[in-house]
Nanobody, 129 residues
Framework: QVQLVESGGGLVQAGGSLRLSCAAS????????MGWFRQAPGKEREFVAA????????SYADSMKGRFTISRDNAKNMMYLQMDSLKPDDTAVYYC??????????????????????WGQGTQVTVSS
């Protein structure tokens, strides 16, 4: 059973940076596309960023472009989200997710939460003004 565990959240001032990590375990196949989502209080969960299984193709929600960077290290079964120029509106619980893909689906990226199979428990990010 795949398990995803996020870490790296915390309290940061506006304009600051945080780096979130997502550790994966229990995988029985080699190719998983991954993504980050977030959910603020009283709001629906929203897409943040996605990365293909090989780690050489990414996509971002418009409001995160230029500020957030998604990356992964398959050798370590890790995914990361570097968040710079943080704003109070970025305050949310951040979740990592993955889904198995075929190895030929090299460039597949997924931005809808119902396209993912496995989820972490989330990590809180709070940005103060």
């Amino acid at each position: 059973q795949v398990q995803l565990v996020e870490s790296g959240g915390g309290l940061v001032q506006a304009g600051g940076s945080l780096r979130l990590s997502c550790a994966a375990s229990g995988r029985t196949f080699s190719s998983y596309a991954m993504g980050w989502f977030r959910q603020a209080p009283g709001k629906e969960r929203e897409f943040v960023a996605a990365i293909n299984w090989r780690g050489d193709s990414t996509s971002y929600a418009d409001s995160m472009k230029g500020r957030f960077t998604i990356s992964r290290d398959n050798a370590k079964n890790m995914m990361y989200l570097q968040m710079d120029s943080l704003k109070p509106d970025d305050t949310a619980v951040y979740y990592c997710a993955d889904r198995r893909v075929l190895t030929i689906q090299v460039r597949n990226l997924y931005s809808r939460d119902n396209e993912y199979d496995n989820w972490g428990q989330g990590t809180q990010v709070t940005v103060s003004s």
